[in-house]
Nanobody, 122 residues
């Protein structure tokens, strides 16, 4: 089972930026797709964005135009650049080793690490 370790979270004011990183314990070049989820207290976990091996990118409507997902297969890393952060972006963010098939992203919750906390407040 691949191990994923997230980092880069923190506390920022609204309008600020953060860059999350996800380090994988094995080569991600074989990963069909990888994604970022988030979960806020009392809320359902939400797929924020994913990127396929061919670099197809999809974003949740709530983050379109503000977040950018990328992957570096040579470094076994995935990233989430978050700009113009809003209080509603506050959550624990997890990276995911999933699958993209038939226009659907399938997560593997068993691949999750501890996550990284993002807090946006003034």
């Amino acid at each position: 089972q691949v191990q994923l370790v997230e980092s880069g979270g923190g506390s920022v004011q609204p309008g600020g930026s953060l860059r999350l990183s996800c380090a994988a314990s094995e080569s991600i070049s074989t990963a069909n797709a990888m994604g970022w989820y988030r979960q806020a207290p009392g809320k359902e976990r939400e797929l924020v964005a994913f990127i396929s091996r061919s670099r197809l990118r999809k974003y949740a409507d709530a983050v379109k135009g503000r977040f950018t997902i990328d992957r570096d297969d040579a470094k076994n890393m995935m990233y989430l650049q978050m700009d113009n952060l809003k209080p509603e972006d506050t959550a624990v963010y997890h990276c995911d080793w999933g699958q993209w098939s038939g226009n659907t992203y399938y997560p593997d919750f068993g691949s999750w690490g501890q996550g990284t906390q993002v807090m946006v407040s003034s």
